[in-house]
């Protein structure tokens, strides 16, 4: 019997269809759900930075700290030090807040669906091995994911994470399309 089930989500399409059968079966089986949402540390992309702008620019602009740049004195390596730092940090948060935003979507579609036992979670990291990390963690007997998350040509150089969880889970995976 399934008691505790684990999905990932990364916000693509596969990603929620993922969500939508995790969901479905939670419900039927009265299972706990867990929804994983991994946050990369690899520099924002495109998307995200145009996202984050639209509709996070107030959040990120306050926590911006241009006195901090300027108080060098003239130093440019020292500035430069501190500018990288501060847009690292802020890189940060616009994912932190994609997250946050991500599950709550992500909870709310579930509770929809019928599950009343939904945990969400945010974890920094490589996503295949937090993936499995977790689901050792919290002892889950199912793990849920969609096929694609990133592009075709990086699936190909870099291998899917769908494909790596499926290979190394010591439980039931389910890849969805």
């Known amino acids: 019997m399934i008691e505790r089930m684990l999905v990932a989500i990364d916000g693509s399409g596969h990603a929620w269809r993922a969500l939508d059968l995790a969901a479905d079966l939670a419900s039927k089986y009265d299972t706990s759900l867990m929804v994983l949402h991994v946050i990369s540390d690899r520099p924002l992309s495109e998307a ?29 390596r020292a500035m430069g030090e501190r500018l990288v730092a501060q847009s690292t940090e802020t890189g940060r948060r616009i994912r932190q807040l994609l997250s946050e935003r991500l599950l709550h979507d992500a ?71």
Do not use: W
């Not at 107030?58 to 926590?63: A, C, L, N, Q, V």
């Not at 579609?109 to 963690?137: C, D, F, H, N, Y």
């Open 48 to 76: 995200e930075m145009r996202m984050a702008d639209i509709e996070y620019h107030e959040r990120i602009s306050r926590d911006f700290d241009a006195n901090q740049l300027l108080d060098v004195r003239g130093d440019v």
């Open 107 to 177: 909870e709310s579609r579930a509770r929809k669906r019928g599950v009343s036992k939904v945990e969400t979670m945010s974890v920094s990291g490589e996503p295949s091995s937090t993936i499995l990390r977790m689901a050792q963690q919290r002892k889950v007997q199912m793990i849920v994911m969609g096929s694609r998350g990133r592009s075709d040509l990086q699936g190909l150089l870099l291998g899917s994470t769908s494909h790596k969880v499926s290979q190394l889970s010591t439980c039931t995976c389910v890849t969805v399309k």
